[in-house]
């Protein structure tokens, strides 16, 4: 299967557990593409902001920038969970995260990019 091309930007709305936004720029690279991103939301504990980025072929992590309203800024580290898919594949699959309990069905555009994450986020834009 072959991939379009990815798209100058992307963004999601969250909703379940957290409400916000999610923008997302990509940037060809060697070997892969360059995110560039920033999520904002509220959740039960408060407002908060993570920015990332991540380069190459995989995005499975990528460097974060914690941020909670009133508080300093956190430490960097890798951002854990699906993010975007590595390429291949169907453009749906079935997702699970036992720690978390939960798994739900992922759907991509033709670019790979999650379209629904079902009571996550939905793609936007």
Known sequence: M?????????AWTHSGAQTGFEVAWFAA????????GCTAATD???????????????????RRQPRRLGARSGPRGRAPGPGLPV????????????????????????????????????RSA
């Open 2 to 10: 072959s991939w379009a091309a990815l798209p100058a930007t992307a």
């Open 87 to 122: 390429r291949g594949g169907p453009l749906s699959f079935d997702y699970a995260a036992p720690s978390e309990d939960f798994t739900a069905r992922l759907v991509y555009d033709d670019a790979g990019l999650v379209l629904e994450y079902p009571g996550v986020a939905t």
């Open 44 to 62: 039960e504990r408060g407002a908060w902001a993570v920015d990332y980025e991540k380069a190459g072929p995989a995005t499975r992590g990528a």
């Open 29 to 36: 690279a060697d070997g892969g593409a360059i995110l560039t």
